[in-house]
């Protein structure tokens, strides 16, 4: 867990930052009447998906992943949106061929992301978003191998800040007036050389 | 449906609007189950009249919300004073537009237009016309035939009979944790029927009054006392009209009344009850002889009258009527003796008359005596101190100083039988400073001397002539507008229901409150409130509200409606001859 020892600060500021900003922003609401005492809302969400590394020397091999703790914050915006922060933390590995390099990925980082909700009748209102993923990983182990699956060719380890655009769809339910469940489908297109996936997601939102 | 059920009133008795659980007396259930019947009907105008304050609007409601409940209609609340236009083109809309007797041609028109379109669309769309019994004249009267053709449903409302009249008032008692288990009580409440002839309004009305008069600690007492009943109740005849009422006692044990309490159902529940109505008794009982006997030590149950000492428990009352006690052999009218008694001996024939005087009497004839210093007169003072206040309020913002004072001056001589010489009035604001009003302290000397009852009957009086007529249509009206505004997400109305300096729970200003609105309608795709059990009083000129809330929200992107309850206090101040918000706080009962 290199990442942790070299940049736990970054870390921990980079997953607490918005849940503290955000937790504090939305403090003034439920002077209206049946306003909840606060709209934003908390929440954990169990992500799996299919993974790849846009590498400089090849794309990689793709690898499924259990994400079981993301952590989100959501509030409203205006005109039936609601913003998205989700911090997250993956350990990804991934096998090596003669033309995928192998290597394990530790990747931290944040997703924002706006949702528009649709009516699309009574009983299914569903959102659908775009945002933006900021994230630092640290490709480590990067290999080839032969046709014989011996290593064939050790590459440089790398570090990257990263830039993703995110597409989604989502639909929640309503648990109870404080709980609410939802199921989010996303893609992940990354700009440069780092991870790309397609997820999906189960949440559980707290407010 | 139809079983009766208790009033989930929490602050008072007269509940505007709408409640979840409310009482179905046997012309409700009937003209419950007539709309049950009518709105299955498809689309048509129903007609509901009946006397003011029998009961049709909260009928409408509490039926309204089973339609919302069962998802069986938009249910939509409109008046004849802002019905122009249908509020929303969905399907299975009920319109219920309340006073309907004022709707002007133009807006039946409207109306007419509105079943006709909607019989085009293959909609289904009903109006229920709500208002008093001049509501179906009115209708039988429009020349537009094809308008009368459209009305699918009429229904009179009636009043409610005696012995629904007691059971209603029972249960209007009973959910404020009021016992009636005495026969006196019973009796008053049968009482009730002579004066308010079933008008759920008017019963709600009195018993409102004697809450306010906190004559309701001991419903025994209210009966006793009679002479602290409003003056409509306090007729001497109504017993025997009473007594003749085939009703009578068949209510006390009515079984229907116990089966309409859930928490009688069980028989263990019934023993514990019963326990428990044992130990408050025998508390009352144990309560009154430890006062009795302290009061008899430390007053020594001495009269003095004459000079001559004479054991108070030789006397008693001549009659509920006069002001003559029999001590020993001889009757004493009490004016007489007041102009010999000491203090201390008045206080001790206090304490042993047990039957309160309905009239003092003979008031003004006991000037330059001192102010007796035990609590009971404090407690007046502060009353009538507070009175002052009341007084000085009205004075400062009206402009007929002059006939306010005499006003209340009428009122003091209407309850003491004060001679007029005595009466004193107040020109200017400036004289009403309590400790100038000699007059008024020798009323309270009296007032603890004679009847310990008579300082609430005195805040009642004064309650009711410094506390001007509410002027409750509008008030409701105007709730009923903000509970529109909500429901549509009408922020201009919203902005016109609201004082600029509008304070809330944690915001001051429109502007801020508004933002808040701006914010939930924003966030919900649909949304409504309901608030009920209103209870209005003025304070100044401002008009405080107290009562209960309703909220059910569609948050966007869910199906599924949150709904939470509490409490809301409203503050309501006239501003361009339209009341408005002033303050609007409220707090959930639960999340």
Redesign the interface.
């Known amino acids: 867990m290199a990442i942790y020892n070299k940049h736990s600060l970054f870390i921990k500021v980079a997953m607490c930052l918005p849940l503290l900003f955000f937790g504090l922003a939305s403090q003034?609401?439920?002077?209206?009447?049946?306003?909840?005492?606060s709209?934003i809302k908390y929440g954990i969400a169990t992500q799996v998906g299919y993974y790849s590394v846009k590498d400089p020397e090849g794309t990689t091999n793709q690898a499924f992943l259990v994400q079981p703790f993301n952590f989100i914050v959501t509030d409203?915006l205006?005109?039936?949106t609601?913003y998205w922060v989700e911090a997250y933390y993956s350990s990804l590995a991934f096998d090596a061929a003669t033309d995928s390099v192998g290597q394990e990925v530790q990747h931290v980082g944040s997703k924002l992301g706006l949702l528009y909700?649709f009516?699309a009748n009574?009983?299914?209102?569903p959102?659908a978003g775009v945002g933006v993923d900021l994230s630092y990983s640290q490709y480590s182990k990067r290999h080839l191998v032969n046709e014989y699956g011996f290593l064939a060719k050790r590459l440089q380890d790398r570090n990257n800040a990263n830039v993703a655009l995110l597409v989604n769809v989502a639909a929640?339910?309503?648990a109870?007036?404080?709980w609410?469940s939802g199921l989010k489908a996303e893609y992940r297109m990354p700009i440069g050389q780092n991870l790309q996936s397609m997820t999906m997601s189960v949440y559980f939102l707290f407010r | 449906m139809n079983k009766p059920k208790t009033i989930s009133s929490k602050h008072s008795f007269s509940s505007y609007h709408y409640q979840n659980d409310y009482y179905l007396s046997g012309p409700h259930k009937r003209a419950w189950a007539h709309l049950n019947f009518a709105i299955k009907q498809g689309n048509g105008i129903l007609v509901l009249s009946g006397q003011s304050g029998c009961g049709k609007s909260t009928l409408v409601q509490s039926f309204a919300l089973k339609l919302r409940e069962n998802n069986q209609r938009h249910v939509f609340f409109s008046s004849a004073a802002n019905f122009n236009e249908l509020p929303d083109r969905v399907d299975q809309r009920l319109v219920v537009i309340d006073d309907a007797e004022f709707l002007s041609t133009k807006q039946l028109e409207i109306l007419n237009a509105c079943i006709e379109s909607a019989n085009e669309d293959l909609q289904y769309l009903q109006f229920l016309l709500v208002g008093s019994e001049k509501l179906e004249q009115i209708i039988a009267d429009i020349k537009h035939s094809n308008f009368r053709n459209k009305v699918v449903f009429s229904y009179q409302l009636g009043l409610m009979n005696p012995a629904e009249t007691m059971k209603y008032a029972q249960l209007q008692l009973s959910t404020k944790g009021w016992q009636v288990n005495s026969e006196v009580a019973k009796e008053l409440l049968r009482d009730l029927y002579d004066c308010s002839s079933g008008n759920a309004e008017l019963i709600n009305k009195y018993l409102d009054q004697l809450q306010a008069a906190n004559e309701l600690y001991n419903v025994q007492h209210i009966a006793l006392n009679r002479n602290s009943l409003p003056e409509s109740l306090n007729q001497d005849d109504l017993k025997s009209n009473i007594a003749t009422n085939s009703m009578s006692d068949t209510l006390i044990d009515d079984p229907n009344r116990i089966n309409s309490v859930p928490w009688f159902r069980s028989k263990k529940i019934k023993v514990v009850g019963l326990g428990y109505l044992a130990s408050v008794l025998i508390a009352i009982f144990v309560f009154h002889s430890t006062t009795f006997f302290a009061q008899k030590t430390t007053d020594n149950k001495e009269l003095v009258v004459n000079n001559q000492l004479l054991e108070t428990s030789t006397v008693l009352p001549v009659s509920s009527n006069t002001s003559k006690l029999m001590v020993g052999k001889d009757i004493i009218d009490i004016a007489n003796v007041d102009r010999q008694v000491s203090e201390q001996s008045i206080v001790a024939a206090t304490v042993s008359v047990q039957q309160p005087l309905p009239k003092p009497t003979g008031i003004t004839r006991i000037k330059n005596k001192p102010v007796v210093h035990n609590n009971t007169t404090k407690s007046v003072s502060n009353i009538v101190k507070n009175t002052h206040n009341v007084k000085k309020e009205v004075l400062e913002v009206s402009e007929q100083k002059q006939d306010l004072a005499t006003k209340t001056v009428t009122n003091l001589d209407r309850l003491f039988n004060a001679p007029e010489e005595n009466s004193f009035t107040v020109n200017k604001t400036e004289e009403f400073d309590p400790n100038a009003l000699t007059h008024t302290q020798e009323v309270e000397l009296q007032l603890v001397t004679t009847n310990s009852r008579l300082p609430t009957e005195l805040e009642k009086i004064f309650r009711q002539e410094f506390s001007p007529e509410l002027d409750k249509i509008k008030l409701n009206r105007l709730v009923a507008d903000f509970e529109v505004a909500?429901e549509f997400g009408d922020l201009k109305k919203i902005d016109n229901l609201f004082l600029e300096t509008i304070k809330?729970?944690?915001?001051e200003g429109k502007k801020?409150?508004k933002d808040?609105?701006k914010?939930?309608f924003?966030?919900?795709?649909s949304?409504n409130?309901r608030i009920y059990d209103l209870f209005w009083r003025k304070e100044g000129n401002a008009v405080l509200g107290k009562g209960a809330?309703k909220?059910a929200?569609f948050?966007?992107?869910?199906?599924?409606?949150?709904?939470?309850t509490g409490n809301?206090d409203l503050k309501v101040i006239e501003s361009n001859q339209s009341f408005m918000f002033s303050e609007?706080f409220?707090n959930?009962g639960n999340?």
Not at chain 2, 504 to 507: A, E, L, M, R, Y
């Open positions: 003034s609401f439920a002077s209206a009447v049946g306003l909840p005492q709209t409203w205006p005109n039936g609601k909700n009516s009574r009983f299914w209102h959102w929640e339910w309503l109870s007036s404080r609410q | 909500y809330s729970n944690k915001i801020a409150l808040e609105y914010k939930l924003n966030i919900t795709q949304r409130i809330f909220v929200i948050e966007r992107g869910s199906a599924q409606k949150s709904t939470f809301i609007l409220y959930y999340l």
